[in-house]
Structures are given as C-alpha cells and as structure tokens.
C-alpha cells in the first residue's frame, strides 16, 4: 500500500478516535469512571515514554541544540493555551458545572484542542515519512489520549450548555485539525532530520505538558490505587510495543 495512503488511513484513525469520544457524550451514554481512569493513566505513561525515550533524542539528532529550546516552546505554548485562553481544562470528562459554562471558554477550549491536534497529526505524517518505527509509536502514543480528547470537548460544550449538535461538530473539528496536520507535511517537497527535528521536538514539548500536567494530575486525584499502576504499564507498553515494532521493519 502506497505510504501516503497509509499515512491517511492513520490519521483516520486517530480522527475517529476524536469523533468516538465526543459523541458518546453527546449522546449522554455513561462511560464509567474507573475505565476512563485507566485509560488517562496508559495514555499518560505511554506519552511521558515516547517523549523521553524516542522524540527528546530525535529532535536532537535532526536539529541539534536548537532542539531544547523548541521543546520549551512547545510545552509552553499549550500551557499558555490552557491556562490563559482556557482557565480550567481536564483530559477526562468535565463534570465540573460550575466551570466553563461561558460560550467564550467553550470556543478558546476547542481551538486550543485544535491547534493541539493539528500539531498531532503533524507528527505521524512526519514520523512515518522519515521513520516508519517511530512514526508508529508516535501514532499509537497520539491515539491513546484521542478519545478522552473527544470526551473532553464534549463534556466542556455541554457544560457551556452548547446544543449537541454544536458538541458533535466541535469534535469533528478537533478530529479535522488532526487530518490537517496529517496531509500539510505532504506539501513539502521531502521530508529531511530537519523538518522532523522541528516537528519532534515541538511535539515533545506538547506530549510532555499533556503527560505531566493534563494526564498525571487527573491520575493523582483518583482515590483507586490500581490507576497509578497503570502510568507504569503505559510506560512497558511503549517499550515492549516498540520493540516489537523495531523487530518487524528493521529500524
């Protein structure tokens, strides 16, 4: 199968993932809480390993030095996204009413999440492009934490009292920005450790601010001791994922 048509059926994927989330809630079906627990708590060990061990060192190949800086950026970019634009925003379901019920919070919320995506799916296009292995692990990282996203845009619309309809097209959006970011890298005329370096080490800035202080605060709230654990089973995930991954394509 031809590696943009792949590349494409990836951030299909991941899209859908988005699009899953986001309508569940839409449609008031009840998603248990421990399940969403456990699914923040692998999403958030799986991120914190791929930044660490795979994207950190990449982005340090491709743009050397320059690669810390990009990373700060990057991590402080959506922390200002969050916590200027968006005063209060959890990678779960909202189920505080008292929070965002302002329809300015609801939009600055959907296109911080946008930009958010756009910047994921940016990452797998880049990713498979230059390194296949990688790229997968980048994908698999990115789609662990895409339906709590959904969920997450849902339960802010909702709270902002936003029409279903509007919750349905707000994950379709955030799902768009994803397949933007997938066929924008395909505008380039080749993809080289430069314009993967950039891409890397942005990403990890973003992935390591959406493990550390989006996923792992959720996770400490929780009163179940096995929701920890899972961080670690995320972070094995990675390793054993990428290594089978490594023992298939040969990189």
């Known amino acids: 199968m031809n590696l943009r048509l792949q590349i494409v059926l990836f951030g299909l994927i991941a ?5 899953l989330g986001g309508s569940l809630v839409a449609l008031r079906r009840e ?20 930044v660490i061990i795979d994207l950190i060192p990449e982005s340090l190949v491709g743009i050397g030095g320059l690669a810390p800086l990009l990373i700060l950026v990057g991590f402080s970019a959506l922390h200002f996204a969050e916590h200027t634009f968006v005063h209060h925003l959890h990678f779960g379901e909202e189920t505080h009413d008292e929070v965002m019920v302002s329809g300015v919070a609801s939009h600055s919320a959907f296109w911080g999440m946008f930009i958010h995506s ?14 296949y292995a990688l790229g997968l692990m980048i994908f ?42 997938i066929v924008s890298i395909f505008f380039l005329e080749h993809v080289d450790a430069h314009v993967t370096g950039y891409a890397f080490a942005f990403s990890a800035g973003v992935g390591m601010y959406v493990g550390a202080s989006d996923l792992i605060p959720e996770i400490n709230r929780s009163e179940n001791r096995i929701t920890p654990v899972i961080v670690f089973v995320g972070m094995l995930l990675f390793y054993i994922s990428s290594l089978l991954v490594a023992s298939v394509t040969g990189h």
């Not at 899209?15 to 699009?19: D, E, P, Q, R, S």
């Not at 809480?33 to 991120?47: C, D, P, R, S, T």
């Open 118 to 131: 756009f910047f994921d799916g940016l990452a797998i296009s880049a990713g498979l492009q230059y390194n």
């Open 140 to 181: 698999l990282g990115i789609l662990l934490h895409k339906f709590p996203e959904g969920l997450t845009i849902a339960s802010i619309m909702l709270a902002a009292h936003q029409p279903r309809k509007s919750v349905l097209w707000a994950s379709g959006g955030i799902a768009l920005g994803t397949m933007l970011g």
């Open 15 to 19: 899209a859908g993932a988005v699009i």
């Open 31 to 50: 998603w248990p809480k421990k399940i969403q627990e456990y699914l923040l708590a692998l999403g958030a060990g799986f991120l914190l390993a791929l």
